[in-house]
């Protein structure tokens, strides 16, 4: 919709902005041309001439996919369910679980929230979590290590404008230091928080990577065989993506949640509130925590 893309297109702006003033134009001035190509595209939505893109009246769609989202009761898990007996069928993480699923019994290794497929929003449900645990046992102990990385030092100035980096901080056994950065890539970890330098990570599968075997748990979809995780002489490395909160928690228990853990542990988020069916589907509306 046109009002969704100029809403896009503003955040852009403001924030190559924020670039410019940080001195991180150069001499083609190419960041601030950046602004004038948002600018034109806003007036050419506004007037009519270039709306947002949306399908002719007449398209044809190869199929169409109905998703009853009344019947979801809980958070969703995309599996590589790297033992199918269908190796065809390993690694497409089209193998979609409901937590109930793993009745709080799936060993997670590692968790991973970062990379471009997460935003300021993400991190700061980490911090809103962790305020979350620590009000309702005294402390949060992490039993699997939990990497965070920014998109981009932007987001880590504005949430430490908006008082999230302390409660992370707080937290963290390791936070990135660019005076002194690290000289390789980490493959062992400790069941600590890391905050690590905005950008890729564990996603490009060529910086970081997980211990040979482990199962982690990611909000980045990159997760192809042996990208985040490869296999170990013993066991098949496999990469789980979830939802920011899940993954959290996951690393904070050591293993995936029960749903009334889930539930607890992002009171106050704002977020889809899970339930049962209604009796009449078709009728639910927009319900948060």
């Known amino acids: 919709e046109d009002d969704t893309l100029i809403e896009s297109l503003e955040i852009a702006k403001n924030r190559i902005r924020i670039m410019i003033d940080k001195g991180m ?8 041309r950046l602004v004038g190509i948002a600018q034109k595209r806003i007036a050419d939505i506004r007037s009519g001439e ?37 190796v065809s069928k390993r690694y497409t993480h089209d193998t979609i679980r409901p937590i109930s699923f793993y009745g709080a019994e799936k060993k997670v290794d590692l968790g991973f929230v970062g990379s471009c497929m997460v935003h300021k929003g993400d991190v700061k449900i980490v ?15 992490f039993k699997a290590p939990l990497v965070v990385a920014a998109p981009t030092y932007n987001i ?14 707080k937290y963290s056994g390791f936070e990135f230091d660019d005076s002194s950065p690290k000289t390789e890539a980490r493959t062992e970890y400790e069941n600590i928080l890391y905050l690590e330098r905005p950008g890729c990570n564990l996603c490009m599968g060529n910086q970081e990577k997980a211990a040979k075997g482990d199962t982690v748990l990611a909000t980045s979809t990159r997760l192809f065989k042996g990208r985040v995780v490869e296999d170990s002489a013993d066991k098949a490395g496999e990469s789980l993506l979830a939802s920011t909160p899940v993954v959290v928690l996951s690393a904070i228990l050591g293993r995936t949640p029960t749903l009334d853990e889930y539930k607890s542990a992002v009171d106050g ?14 009728t639910t509306q927009s319900a948060h925590f």
């Not at 134009?25 to 601030?32: A, K, T």
């Not at 880590?156 to 901080?169: P, Y």
């Not at 704002?270 to 209604?278: E, G, R, S, V, Y």
């Open 269 to 282: 988020i704002d977020l889809t509130k899970f339930a049962p069916p209604l009796a009449r589907p078709g």
């Open 127 to 141: 911090a809103q979590m962790l305020r979350n645990l620590e009000k309702e046992a005294g402390k949060v102990a």
């Open 156 to 169: 880590i100035d504005e949430l430490k404008e908006e008082g999230d980096w302390d409660i992370l901080q």
């Open 25 to 32: 134009e150069n001499d083609d001035r190419m960041l601030h």
């Open 50 to 86: 270039r709306p947002a893109l949306a399908p002719d009246a007449n398209a044809s769609y190869a199929a169409e996919v109905v998703v009853d989202l009344d019947l979801i009761e809980e958070p969703m898990i995309a599996d590589p369910d790297v033992t199918n007996a269908d």
